[in-house]
């Protein structure tokens, strides 16, 4: 049994009461350790009013803005999934131009987990491929974002088919990668072709110490660090080796692993990796099966 978040939920205006209703929907229906404490904003949400709630808020803060997006207040920001911004990326995606594609290599008829969600921007553009893509993400508010995104883009006629491709589940990766293992000891039907790895960082490694090169980490990164902390080299040595499994687990197929890093970060786990891809800010590790 899960710990239960409790989260203030602030909507925007009194129309919104099915929405709000909606995500308490959300929340039972993929039994989601959340519970909402509900409250109508008394105030407009400015970016004043959003300061000083995530000054004084006791619990975390999700809001419900005028335009039914939900998001996540940490320090001041509201952070949330934004898979709308990815629209001209998912249209055009392909391995010329997205460096991950190039390391997955997948068709539409593959199967893909990645199995470090976060806000699920990297999980569209698996998905733009045609590819179906189990989204696993270890943290329910991240979760909670994620399927309140889905449906939300859901409602719209030219998103509907990607969204249906996406499979988000509030679990974490290495008890998922278990439950596959028992699975295929009964059934040996399940067959993945990649899974795809993008776990935390620590928050000050994503520049070269030395030249300075490389990203500044992002608002949502920024954000990400307050729920979850990078793994330990035990754990990143558990998840590459788990993951490796999954995708090695039918003799008659060959899979891999993809690890996205910091440009300049050593290799999850000090695992050499059969081949990368890079840019200035981004690495792609493959380990192939
Ligand atoms: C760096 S972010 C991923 C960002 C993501 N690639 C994107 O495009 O938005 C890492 C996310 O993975 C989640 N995570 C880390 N370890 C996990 C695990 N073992 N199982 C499931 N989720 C995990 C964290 O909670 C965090 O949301």
């Not at 795809?196 to 030395?210: G, N, R, T, V």
Request: charged fraction near 20%.
């Amino acid at each position: 049994m899960h710990d239960l978040t409790h989260c203030q939920l602030i909507y925007a205006n009194d129309s919104q009461q099915h929405q709000v209703e909606s995500l308490q929907a959300l929340i039972e229906h993929h039994e989601l350790p959340i519970v909402l404490n509900v409250e109508l904003s008394v105030d407009k949400l400015t970016q004043k009013h959003r300061q000083k709630l995530s000054q004084t808020a006791t619990q975390p803060v999700l809001l419900l803005d005028d335009k039914d997006k939900l998001s996540w207040l940490s320090d001041g920001l509201s952070v949330a999934p934004e898979w709308d911004k990815l629209q001209r990326r998912v249209v055009s995606a392909g391995r010329k131009s997205e460096l991950l594609l190039q390391a997955a290599k997948i068709t539409a008829d593959s199967s893909v987990i990645d199995a470090t969600a976060g806000f699920g921007h990297d999980s569209l553009i698996l998905a733009s491929t045609g590819a179906q893509v189990m989204m696993l993400e270890q943290q329910p508010i991240m979760a909670l974002l994620l399927f309140a995104e889905q449906q939300r883009m859901s409602a719209l006629p030219n998103w509907q088919k990607l969204m249906a491709r996406l499979h988000i589940i509030n679990i974490d990766a290495l008890s998922y990668f278990e439950s596959l293992k028992s699975d295929s000891a009964v059934n040996n039907s399940q067959v993945i072709d990649v899974v795809y790895l993008d776990p935390m960082f620590p928050e000050d490694s994503y520049q070269d110490s030395k030249t300075g090169k490389g990203a500044k980490v992002g608002k949502h990164m920024q954000a990400l660090h307050q729920l979850a902390s990078p793994p330990t080299l035990d754990e990143e040595e558990q998840l590459l080796t788990s993951a490796q499994a999954v995708v090695s687990n039918n003799a008659s197929h060959s899979g891999r692993v993809v690890v996205k890093r910091p440009q300049h970060a050593p290799t999850l786990a000090n695992q050499q990796p059969t081949e990368s891809w890079h840019n200035e800010a981004v690495r792609f590790d493959g380990y192939f099966a």
